[in-house]
């Protein structure tokens, strides 16, 4: 079954918390308005955004796929997704623990188990890896069976920059090396990877061999590979799997907003790469849903 680890929910309440009291903030239907700016169709209520996600991902015959609520406070949209969609849709969530207490404002969010995966964006909110507070995040996951998701590397958010929205993020904060440090003391805890450390990939692989619970996600157009001279998508393929092997990549696609829908261009293209890195039958299984099945059992 095809899974994709990696789409974005950007429901309504995602559109109102990106613009409130920026420059880009607009006063009444704020979802319509930006959307509008954007040239999306507007998300509607989270429960309409669900049913619009399963369709599409029947259109294109994938069997689940994990919606992340990408900006903290936007967590009840996705739960509420996953609620009307449990069989399809997994739920993660940004969150940033910078501001501490951060036992008190996670296990509510985690304690019925619907959202499933926390992620952690360290360059966006500017916390550092070894900082206690992220070892809170881990515990939290540790006795809840949640996985942790951790972008490292570049990070450009597109929607930002279309809007104009300043993003001052401190790319030194997302270093694989940093989670390895980190998700080694929590053997148990999944962790992921997004983008094969996008331009971290040398030191997403090391991390990986350290430790067995990292796991690294292919999505996106990993345009990150312009940083390496002459990497090609079939090289990274090789190369991942070598060194972490098939049952830790995570297919995704990095979905997000509609009418685009589902990307199929970027599972075209992993498909093809995978192909030619002469990927065998088991490692293409467990690469395009296994190991997401694995990870996220199906409620
Ligand atoms: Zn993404």
């Known amino acids: 079954m095809l899974c994709d680890a990696h789409c974005h929910f950007f429901s309504s309440r995602y559109l109102e918390l990106l613009t409130q009291g920026t420059p880009a903030a607009v006063d009444g239907d704020v979802a319509a308005a930006i959307s509008a700016k954007?040239?999306?169709d507007p998300p509607g209520t989270p429960e309409a955004l669900a049913d619009r996600?399963?369709?599409e991902l029947d259109r294109h015959n994938v069997g689940r796929a994990a919606l992340i609520a990408s900006i903290p406070g936007d967590e009840r949209s996705v739960a509420a997704a996953?609620?009307?969609?449990p069989s399809r849709l997994v739920g993660f969530f940004m969150f940033n623990p910078a501001p501490g207490h951060v036992r008190e404002r996670l296990e509510p969010l985690l304690a019925d188990r619907t959202l499933r995966a926390v992620a952690?964006?360290?360059?966006m909110h500017r916390y550092r890896l070894d900082?206690?507070?992220v070892a809170d995040v881990f515990e939290a996951a540790q006795s809840s069976g949640a996985a942790v998701f951790v972008h490292c590397g570049v990070l450009t958010v597109g929607v930002r920059k279309r809007l104009g929205l300043p993003s001052p993020f401190d790319l030194r904060l997302g270093d694989p090396l940093a989670v390895a440090a980190v998700a080694s003391r929590y053997p148990s805890v999944p962790v992921i990877v997004p983008?094969?450390?996008a331009g971290m990939f040398r030191e997403a692989l090391m991390a990986a061999a350290q430790c067995p619970n990292i796991h690294l996600d292919t999505s996106s157009s990993n345009s990150w590979m312009a940083y390496h001279p002459g990497l090609t998508?079939?090289?990274v393929f090789r190369q991942a799997l070598a060194v972490a092997?098939?049952?830790r990549l995570l297919f995704g696609t990095d979905s997000s907003f509609f009418p685009r829908g589902w990307h199929k261009p970027v599972h075209d293209t992993q498909v093809a790469a995978l192909a030619a890195a002469n990927a065998t039958l088991d490692a293409r299984t467990r690469i395009m849903g296994g190991n997401f099945a694995r990870l996220f059992p199906a409620a």
């Open 120 to 123: 952690l964006f360290p360059a």
């Open 131 to 133: 900082d206690p507070v």
């Open 245 to 247: 092997g098939p049952e």
């Open 38 to 40: 954007l040239g999306w």
């Open 53 to 55: 996600w399963v369709a």
């Open 233 to 235: 998508l079939e090289a």
């Open 82 to 85: 996953v609620a009307r969609h």
């Open 195 to 197: 983008h094969f450390g």
